[in-house]
């Protein structure tokens, strides 16, 4: 090896280990000035006490105690598996939110949760009468294989009665985990979110809420 490559080599080397050396250092800096370590941050969790009406804010790493029940630190979404009533956590965070309500001076009721198949196709069916159409139908009713209502994860809150104390949900059901998710259903909520996150802009309908907006494969 000529002496010019060998010492290509021996700088480049050194250079290399140089870097190796300082990117750490650099890396590490990049936020507070200096490395701390810090033990994994225990979530926030809502549990609530269907029998006293008291919620409590525990961490996920001691849970709820029981007779409290929690109330999620997710969006509950629902399994392939189809229910025979409302998810029950979702059920515990409108409790939370009805005993909240109450307090605020406002009377919130489920008045259609859970639904069977059977009934949200005679919905549907009604609806495509009313509409005239499958696509008009289903900006107010879905078709019974994926309305949320069918799948435990929807609820009608007050329909067609309190509008006002809909109003308070829509303000304050996010603390729960609540949302109004449809521009043109005021009464419609899902639990979309973890508790104490915002809720998503609404959509415009269901229609909208489809994979392929627009598009009925039924
Ligand atoms: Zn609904």
New binding site residues.
Partial sequence: MDKKLSNFYFWGAGYLLLVVAILPLTASKTGDSEVVITPSKAVPLLCFNVVTSELRTSDTDLGCLSPEESLGTEPISHTDVRPTQIDRTFEVRFLAAQAAAKEAGFKIRIT?GFRTQQLQEKLHADAVKKYGSEEEASKWVLPKEISH?TWGT?I?VNYPGDRKADKWLEENGSTYGLCRVYKN?WW?FEPVIAPGEPCPPMMANALESLPVSGKLNS
């Fill in positions: 259609s209502h929807a009608d259903e419609h």
